[in-house]
């Protein structure tokens, strides 16, 4: 075992995993309640997070490797599993962050139109699908998760809140339904919104303008009026 080696080692052992955070109101978006993973994260670790997305985005999920890093974060190797454990660690802050990002996003497109209804839902799903590059992260990152149980649980809890706020995003009152009828239509819109950004940014010809109407017009009578209304979606 070389110098470097041991010297991760205790680094890790000094701070496993993630750090500590309290849950904080993001300043960019008062009101929002998902926890901003990277408000009490020192500079050096903020920096260390946004050199591991330009990597992600550069190289992909197999380039994404601590050498790769600290070395766009200029930092010394050590510092990665000094806050954050490992790569593991990394990267599951750095889902949270995409998450949080994407939740923010909502929140601005929801403040700017002032409208919670189905035509805010989908101005909000055209607006996340003209975002390739923000997708592509994602997608990467999910990738992952898929084969790593304890990172697919947390997605699936992230996804639990994202539904909210695209249930929300769509009128769709809270206590609408049956107990897993609104559960259920949540999932439905954020397959809706996950499936055509993927297709846009798979594809450059893809005409996500055209998808988005069809999506409306689907959702439509399913909905009803309820969510404009606030009613109770039809059973």
Same mark, same amino acid.
């Given at each position: 075992?070389?110098?470097?080696?041991?010297?991760?080692e205790a680094a890790g052992r000094r701070r496993r995993?993630?750090?500590?955070?309290?849950?904080?109101?993001? $300043?960019? &978006?008062?009101?929002?309640?998902? =926890?901003? !993973?990277?408000?009490?994260? !020192?500079?050096? &670790?903020? /920096?260390?997070?946004?050199?591991? $997305?330009a990597v992600l985005r550069e190289r992909g999920l197999e380039g994404l490797t601590i050498e790769a890093v600290a070395n766009e974060a200029n930092v010394s190797r050590t510092l990665i599993p000094?806050?954050?454990?490992?790569?593991?660690?990394?990267?599951?802050?750095?889902?949270?962050?995409?998450?949080?990002?994407?939740?923010?996003?909502?929140?601005?497109? $929801?403040?700017?139109s002032g409208s919670r209804?189905? /035509?805010?839902?989908?101005?909000?799903?055209? =607006? =996340?699908?003209?975002?390739?590059?923000?997708? $592509?992260?994602f997608f990467?990152?999910?990738?992952?998760a898929l084969r790593d149980p304890v990172l697919s649980k947390r997605v699936?809890?992230?996804?639990?809140?994202?539904?909210?706020l695209d249930l929300d995003m769509a009128g769709v009152a809270a206590g609408s339904g049956s107990a897993w009828r609104r559960p259920a239509v949540g999932a439905v819109l954020q397959a809706i919104a996950d499936g055509l950004a993927l297709q846009a940014a798979l594809d450059p010809a893809f005409d996500l303008? *055209?998808?988005? &109407?069809? *999506?409306?017009?689907?959702?439509? !009578?399913?909905?009803?009026?309820?969510?404009?209304? /606030?009613e109770p979606v039809a059973q």
């Open positions: 075992m070389n110098g470097d080696q041991r010297t991760d995993g993630r750090p500590k955070m309290a849950k904080v109101t993001d $300043r960019s &978006a008062p009101g929002l309640s998902i =926890e901003d !993973p990277v408000a009490t994260l !020192p500079a050096s &670790a903020r /920096g260390i997070l946004a050199a591991a $997305r000094y806050h954050f454990g490992s790569r593991a660690g990394l990267v599951a802050i750095l889902i949270d962050s995409l998450f949080h990002d994407l939740a923010v996003g909502i929140w601005q497109v $929801r403040s700017e209804d189905l /035509g805010g839902f989908l101005e909000l799903v055209r =607006e =996340e699908g003209r975002d390739v590059r923000g997708q $592509r992260d990467e990152l999910m990738v992952l699936a809890d992230l996804f639990a809140e994202y539904r909210e303008d *055209a998808a988005v &109407a069809a *999506a409306g017009e689907l959702l439509g !009578p399913a909905l009803g009026g309820a969510a404009k209304a /606030g």
